[in-house]
């Protein structure tokens, strides 16, 4: 089971910037995904960014542009610079992993991509933003 921690959250104006970090261990493959995923009260938890080690990387339509998640490979950290922040950015971040993941069937070229399915979360970490 991998373990994850988060760090970064606080609290910011509208328009300013954060950088959570998610540091882990106790991988067991060297094939991964790492993302991010944030929470509101009484709401579900949204997807919001994931990358895995493929290169593969996806955001959520709600902050693409915005917000840019990056791993180090050797270490698997990942961080998510976020940019431009909103008010409805406020929520708690959560860091996932998939340690080993399955890869889909092969594309037109051949090439087969990892499907990440997160199973080992974080604590959280509160990101709140003010108007």
């Known amino acids: 089971q991998v373990h994850l921690v988060e760090t970064g959250g606080g609290s910011v104006q509208a328009g300013g910037s954060l950088r959570l970090s998610c540091s882990s261990s106790?991988?067991?493959?060297?094939?991964?995904?790492m993302g991010w995923f944030r929470q509101e009260p009484g709401k579900e938890r949204e997807f919001i960014a994931g990358i895995a080690s493929d290169g593969t990387i996806k955001y959520a339509d709600s902050v693409k542009g915005r917000f840019t998640i990056s791993t180090d490979n050797a270490a698997k950290t990942a961080s998510l610079e976020m940019n431009k922040l909103k008010p409805e950015d406020t929520a708690m971040y959560y860091c996932?992993?998939?340690?080993?993941?399955?890869?889909?069937?092969?594309?037109?070229?051949?090439?087969?991509?990892?499907?990440?399915?997160?199973?080992?979360w974080g604590q959280g970490t509160q990101v709140t933003v003010s108007s």
């Open positions: 106790g991988w067991s493959y060297s094939s991964y995904c």
């Open positions: 996932a992993s998939d340690d080993g993941p399955q890869r889909g069937p092969p594309d037109y070229r051949g090439l087969r991509y990892i499907i990440c399915e997160y199973d080992d």
